[in-house]
């Protein structure tokens, strides 16, 4: 017997539900350490986290900025085109402008517009007489045409083009058919 008066062999209560189970001083210890690293690592991560959301904010921040030094610079070449515009139909609305000067300043002002826009790189899509090319023209019609290749570009009804390579429009085109026999 024991000083609990029963029977059981010393610390055992009968009742092994209740006992909580006595942790060694050194898993104490340990589970202490590991608590701790692992709060040092959730800190860590979220250094990274803000770290890496700083970084995306800055590199969005960049991105947002160089497109506006882009806008900036290209609305600037196109100011004169829109300037010779503004003095054609002023012109035109005083009554002093020639139908053949209106064609011209027309035609000067079209070219304004295609210099600056080229100067950053947009190109035309050369069409007319070349091969049907579905990856730069959509054909909207198919004519008949003598002196035409079956499958070549017959004209071009609205211009395509080309930001470097890659294509911003493509060219609305008539494309050469069958010629028929008789």
């Known amino acids: 017997m024991n000083d609990t008066g029963t029977n059981q062999p010393d610390g ?7 006992k909580e189970p006595t942790v060694a001083p050194t898993h104490e210890q340990e589970i202490v350490r ?23 904010r800055r590199a969005q921040q960049e991105f947002d900025e160089q497109k506006r ?13 829109l300037d010779t515009f503004a003095m054609a139909l002023a012109a035109f609305d005083q009554g002093n402008a020639d139908p053949k000067t209106l ?9 304004l517009l295609a210099s600056a826009l080229e100067r950053h790189g947009l190109q035309e899509i050369q069409a007319e007489g070349l091969p ?3 990856q730069r023209h959509e054909a909207v019609t198919t004519e008949a045409t ?10 071009v009804l609205q211009a395509g083009y080309l ?7 493509y060219s609305r085109v008539v494309v050469a058919g069958p010629t028929p026999n008789g």
């Open 103 to 111: 064609v011209e300043g027309v035609r000067m002002t079209r070219m």
């Open 146 to 155: 003598a002196g035409v290749q079956e499958g070549h570009v017959v004209r």
């Open 34 to 56: 590991l608590r701790d690293e692992c709060a040092q690592l959730e800190q860590q991560l979220q250094r990274q986290l803000a770290d890496a959301a700083n970084v995306r």
């Open 69 to 81: 030094r882009v806008l900036a610079g290209l609305t600037q070449e196109l100011l004169p085109a």
């Open 12 to 18: 055992a209560t009968g009742n092994d539900e209740t």
């Open 132 to 134: 049907f090319d579905p």
């Open 163 to 169: 930001l470097g390579d890659r294509v911003v429009r």
